[in-house]
């Protein structure tokens, strides 16, 4: 979910206070059908992300299910906290939570999450995309609730003004486009690229080592693959400093996070950004209330070596908590959430209350397509067909489950090659040294 930015991924798995939140109650009422009756007059806690789905519709599920719903909405980190801090003492922090697929390794082996398989109905996934990031051990312990991929956002005007007829296909052909875009005094930086010490840097370094030729920055034995110069991770964090460097990226950038990066695109302040998230043309560049770009920027296949490459799955999950107090009302829920005919809801193409005010991608390819085709999917015809046909796993050959700890290192180490305390060399030895294990 993109919030104000569905960036804010923090995964380290922390101990700590809970944040504040805010709640929603639905309203009871309504017919029940038998096989209802075990969760009637059950209340579940929610806790996400995002402001809670409009009222209208929960209290329709009310209705249906007899199930009432209290939505807690807290940030990432905090989520993260409660999640750890829950699963570690083994109480019980609410029925229905964002799940990280980054964290899922972890949450699997220590059994902080049920199982769904046997929670949900067969066949409610089905159309789901991204599910098969929240897979462990053949057991699906989260579900995508929102879709998104890694992909390139520009501002067409911006290249057109400067001369640029074809849109770039190649890495060679985004930087000079680029460098173009900066020489002709369009934006003086041109490039969003976010270089705080969080996850969304991680992120932008691991798209960026697909598009210089890296399936991934592992094997399939775990090992990194990243740490010779003529490896692509290498020369993505290379590229990613000299951007800075070179002035392509603002100096500013060394305190950015995503929404800090987005935000320049949508201030008209930048051109483009090479590692985006598929939903931003619709939620962000396109709405006037936040955007003074609207209609000009445009998703692309990210940039490669040789071509466009494929671009890396980063779905929003959901999941129930292995200490949930009502788990069958809770995976009522979850089903409720990532139905097709919900979605299409959710996502404007039904009643003007019944939308959802968060920025939001459904991850239910038929009603993702469904709303394309009503027109309430930014640059939908590009977008679809990166989802559909262009996309891989964050990880092709799964999660390590050490991944928090590596993340962080390379957060930390790109932050201080972009900063100026460390080199290049010494941040990719910091990051190789953290995949050991």
């Not at 109650?25 to 009637?40: D, F, L, M, Y």
């Not at 809670?52 to 599920?61: N, S």
């Not at 098969?132 to 501002?155: E, I, R």
């Not at 987005?262 to 939903?279: I, K, P, T």
Request: charged share 15%.
């Amino acid at each position: 979910m993109r919030a104000s930015s569905r960036l804010f991924r923090s995964i380290a798995l922390v101990l700590g206070a809970a944040a504040v939140t805010t709640e929603l109650s639905g309203c009871s009422g309504g017919s029940q059908s038998p096989a209802h009756e075990k969760i009637r007059g059950e209340t579940i806690t929610v806790v996400m992300p995002a402001p809670p789905p409009p009222k209208k519709l929960l209290d329709r599920f009310t209705a249906q299910t007899g199930v009432t719903v209290k939505w807690n909405n807290v940030d990432f980190d905090s989520i993260t906290t409660k999640v750890a801090a829950g699963g570690a003492a083994r109480t019980y922090f609410g029925d229905v939570t964002y799940f990280n697929f980054l964290n899922g390794p972890q949450y699997a082996k220590l059994k902080w999450f049920l199982p769904l398989d046997t929670l949900l109905d067969p066949g409610v996934t089905k159309d789901t995309l991204g599910k098969s990031a929240f897979t462990y051990d053949k057991k699906l312990y989260g579900v995508p609730w929102d879709a998104s991929v890694g992909v390139t956002t520009l501002n067409k005007s911006m290249f057109a003004k400067a001369g640029i007829t074809s849109l770039p296909t190649t890495m060679d052909d985004y930087t000079a486009d680029l460098v173009k875009i900066k020489r002709a005094g369009i934006v003086k930086y041109p490039l969003s690229m976010p270089f705080s010490a969080a996850e969304g840097l991680t992120v932008y370094w691991i798209q960026t080592t697909v598009a210089f030729g890296g399936a991934s920055i592992f094997d399939k034995h775990g090992k990194e693959q990243f740490s010779s110069p003529s490896s692509p991770g290498y020369k993505a964090a290379q590229w990613m400093i000299s951007a800075l460097k070179t002035g392509l990226v603002s100096p500013g950038a060394v305190n950015d996070g995503d929404s800090q990066a987005q935000g320049l695109q949508a201030q008209g302040l930048s051109a483009s950004s090479l590692v985006d998230y598929a939903g931003n043309v619709s939620s962000l560049y396109d709405d006037p209330k936040q955007s003074k770009v609207v209609g000009q920027v445009v998703y692309l296949p990210v940039p490669g070596a040789h071509g466009p490459v494929r671009s890396i799955n980063l779905s929003d999950g959901i999941g129930v908590p292995a200490f949930a107090k009502h788990p069958a009302a809770a995976a009522k829920f979850v089903s409720w959430l990532i139905d097709g005919k919900n979605q299409i809801k959710f996502g404007g193409a039904g009643a003007s209350d019944e939308v959802w005010s968060a920025q939001y991608l459904p991850s239910n390819y038929p009603a993702l397509t469904t709303l394309n085709a009503k027109g309430k999917v930014g640059d939908g015809a590009v977008l679809l067909n990166i989802l559909k046909n262009h996309s891989q796993p964050y990880f092709p050959y799964g999660t390590p489950e050490w991944y928090p700890a590596f993340s962080h290192a390379v957060q930390t180490s790109l932050h201080a090659a972009a900063t100026g305390t460390m080199t290049v060399p010494d941040a990719i030895k910091a990051m190789a040294a953290a995949a050991t294990h």
